[in-house]
């Protein structure tokens, strides 16, 4: 009878021996997928902030072209307002000498 305890006490030490051996291996493993998920998280979020910036690039780019267009156009418009300002001074120039 002594060899049948001995046998059950032997058989649960290899139970609990196997059973600590297979929680710290699921653990590690948990862990290591665990890190695997963090690190795509990671990879993504930086992709994401990466378009981001760009994206933001693109739409400071758009915005200074606009303005530079604005501002074109009024110098152009200020440009023709000008010359017709000068035109209207040299045509009333010609009056005042001819009324003199």
């Given at each position: 009878?002594?060899?049948?305890?001995?046998?059950?006490?032997?058989?649960?030490?290899?139970?609990?021996?196997?059973?600590?051996?297979?929680?710290?291996?699921?653990?590690?493993?948990?862990?290591?997928?665990?890190?695997?998920?963090?690190?795509?998280?990671?990879?993504?979020?930086?992709e994401?902030?990466?378009?981001?910036?760009?994206?933001?690039?693109?739409?400071?780019?758009?915005?200074k072209?606009?303005?530079?267009?604005?501002?074109?156009?009024?110098?152009?418009?200020?440009?023709?307002?000008?010359?017709?300002?000068?035109?209207?001074?040299?045509?009333?120039?010609?009056?005042?000498?001819?009324?003199?």
């Amino acid at each position: 009878m002594d060899a049948n305890v001995l046998n059950i006490l032997l058989g649960l030490g290899v139970i609990l021996l196997l059973s600590y051996i297979g929680s710290r291996l699921f653990a590690k493993l948990q862990i290591e997928a665990d890190k695997e998920k963090i690190e795509t998280m990671l990879q993504e979020a930086k992709e994401k902030a990466k378009a981001i910036e760009l994206e933001a690039r693109d739409e400071a780019i758009r915005i200074k072209q606009q303005a530079e267009s604005e501002i074109g156009r009024r110098r152009a418009e200020l440009a023709r307002e000008d010359d017709r300002l000068q035109k209207r001074r040299d045509d009333l120039d010609k009056r005042f000498e001819r009324l003199e």
